[in-house]
Each structure stands twice: as C-alpha cells, then as structure tokens.
C-alpha cells in the first residue's frame, strides 16, 4: 500500500519551525531538519518557501504581526515608547529565537513594514529631524534586540555550564576571583558578591535602561529647543 503523503500547509510550516528553533536553536536549523519533522522530502519545502531566508522573512513577519496586536498606547511620545519596548520584548521572549530573525532579515514583508511605520509614529508628534527620528527607533529596538539576546543567551551557556562542568556558574566566577588581586577584580567582586549582577535580565534592568535612553531623547529635544 502506498504511503499517503503528509498534509502540510504553510501554518504547519511555521508551527513546526518554532519547534524547531525552541529545542535545536538556530543555528542548528536548516529546511531538511525541519522536513524530517513535518514528514516529507525537503524539497516539497519549496513550495511554499524559496529559501530558508525567506521562511525566516515569514517567520519574523509573524512576530511583527504579534507586536502590532499586541501594542495599545494612546499615551505621548514617552509612553508610547515605554510601552511598545515592552511589548517587544514580551513578544520575543514567547518565540524562540525570533531576535535573531527579526536582526536578520529585510522589511520585505507587509507585517515588517506596519511595525517600523508604526515605531515610526510613535516620535512622529515630536521636534526631533526626521533622521533623528529614525535614530530613536533605531536605538530603541536595538536596545530590546539585544537585551533579550542577551538574557537568552545567558540562559544557554548556564546551562552548557551546568552540563559540562556539573557545578553552577557562580562557583567558577567564585574559584576565578579568589586566584585575582584586589587591583584586577575588587571591585568586579564586591559587586558579584552582592548580587547586583543578579539584576542582569530583570524587568528593573529593563526599565532603568529604557528610562536612560528616554531621558537622554527627551534631552536632546530641550537642547535644540534651546
């Protein structure tokens, strides 16, 4: 009897990729890993994508489409950055290594392009040049990108940490500072000592670092005013 082929369909596609990403992450991704996983040839793949870049496209379109949704500011200029960053990062957070997607691809997609025009909107209202406003956005969700990045990839090298060494990080940063002198990592070792640097990834690092780049617009915009 022959064997029935596996109905697949682009939301299939999409499902299984994060799957995908969440347990393998992407660097080991590749369109045949994820055709082993849906039960069919890898070239049926192509299809429905041209190339695992434009899967990526589509994937970071979704995130973006999510992001929209998602995002609900009536507020000035101030509150609607404060509150699309934290929109972002609570989006990307849910979709594994969608960071990453989102700082590799292009606004070849509808969804891509409604993201940036509406982070766009936010500054639209303020006194700042129109490449200036463009520089904020930037700043902005580079800051988000690369906060999440980070806390995601924290988590991993604990957890290789952990696998290889059998022992948690701490007590290899504990073993290191006690071979260093006071001048190379006193103050590095108070700080670690105390936990401060437990506030790394927090939703108060998170703020704080939001208020910085906030005030420093805000600032910006008094100068020129001046």
């Not at 970071?60 to 509150?79: M, P, R, Y």
């Not at 960053?85 to 989102?102: D, E, F, K, N």
């Not at 704080?208 to 100068?223: H, R, T």
């Amino acid at each position: 009897m022959k064997k029935q082929q596996p109905q697949i369909s682009e939301d299939k596609i999409l499902e299984a990729s994060w799957e995908l990403l969440g347990e393998e992450g992407i660097e080991k991704f590749s369109l045949r890993r994820l055709a082993t996983r849906l039960g069919i040839q890898a070239p049926s793949l192509y299809w429905y994508f041209k190339s695992k870049q434009n899967l990526y496209q589509r994937l970071a379109n979704h995130v973006s489409k999510v992001i929209l949704e998602e995002f609900h500011s009536d507020g000035d200029w101030k509150e609607q950055l404060m509150v699309l960053a934290v929109t972002i990062r609570s989006v990307l957070s849910r979709y594994p290594c969608s960071t990453q997607l989102m700082m590799m691809t292009l606004p070849h997609e509808p969804d891509i392009i409604r993201f940036t025009n509406r982070m766009l909107l936010c500054v639209e209202s303020t006194t700042l040049e129109q490449e200036q406003k463009i520089q904020v956005v930037t700043t902005l969700v580079n800051y988000v990108y690369y906060f999440v990045l980070d806390d995601y990839q924290h988590e991993r090298n604990v957890s290789a940490i952990m696998k290889d060494q059998d022992m948690e990080p701490g007590e290899e940063v504990n073993r290191l500072l006690d071979s260093m002198s006071e001048t190379d990592a006193g103050l590095f070792r108070r700080m670690f000592t105390n936990g401060l640097f437990g506030l790394m990834g927090t939703d108060s690092s998170f703020e704080f670092g939001l208020k910085l780049i906030l005030s420093g617009i805000e600032q910006v915009m008094k100068d020129q005013d001046n």
